[in-house]
T-cell receptor, first 115, second 108 residues
């Protein structure tokens, strides 16, 4: 069964360093989402793509975060420089398209720890 | 402001007892609401969506616009229902808002 893939699964870094996370959505899914989930809270949407275009990045801290999906398939989320408060689980999800009835399929997440 | 509130962080019920997980939302338009579930060591996955008016694994949720609620219910809880449950709202601009989640434990 097709699944959303993410790597790495765990990342430990020191503050002020750069980190990058990778996501490979389910084949054929046009919409891709990046979420941040701080311990004890629900997922918070950071950015969503429709193919290679950003649909919404209003919650993305653009001074340090960037996301791209150059060919409309896999995607990279980068943080530079990382701060202590960035420690969280970063989740990627994909869906067929933006229509509501299309289910979002989530990846296993990347757990980031910033020291 | 668009917001989802799940007032209970933890909920414990006995096997066979009814269970209700509360969800309230804040949204000025016509809401689209979902329940997601995360079982231990598994990925977050969709449980049900209000637009489908479906029953999944015995769970149902009714949208009450007057009370701005979308509570999740099951008449007889099973041990395998123990999980983390998140209520989510699709707002304007295709933004998704998740609640803080409720951890359900079904006691054998």
């Amino acid at each position: 069964e097709a699944e959303v893939a993410q790597s790495p699964r765990y990342k430990i870094t020191e503050k002020s360093q750069a980190v990058a996370f990778w996501c490979d959505p389910i084949s054929g899914h046009a919409t891709l989402y990046w979420y941040r989930q701080i311990l004890g809270q629900g997922p918070e949407l950071l950015v969503q793509f429709q193919d290679e275009s950003v649909v919404d990045d209003s919650q993305l801290p653009k001074d340090r975060f960037s996301a791209e999906r150059l060919k409309g398939v896999d995607s990279t989320l980068k943080i530079q420089p990382a701060e202590l408060g960035d420690s969280a689980m970063y989740l990627c999800a994909s869906s067929l398209n933006l229509l509501s009835y299309n289910e979002q399929f989530f990846g296993p997440g990347t757990r980031l720890t910033v020291l | 402001a668009q917001r989802v509130t799940q007032p209970e962080k933890l909920l414990s019920v006995f096997k066979g007892a009814p269970v209700e997980l509360k969800c309230n939302y804040s949204y000025s338009g016509s809401p689209e609401l979902f329940w997601y579930v995360q079982y231990s060591r598994q990925r977050l996955q969709l449980l049900l969506r209000h637009i489908s008016r479906e029953s999944i694994k015995g769970f149902t949720a009714d949208l009450n616009k007057g009370e701005t609620s979308f509570h999740l219910k099951k008449p007889f809880a099973q041990e395998e229902d123990s999980a983390m449950y998140y209520c989510a709202l699709k707002g304007t601009g295709n933004q998704f808002y998740f609640g803080t989640g409720t951890s359900l434990t079904v006691i054998p």
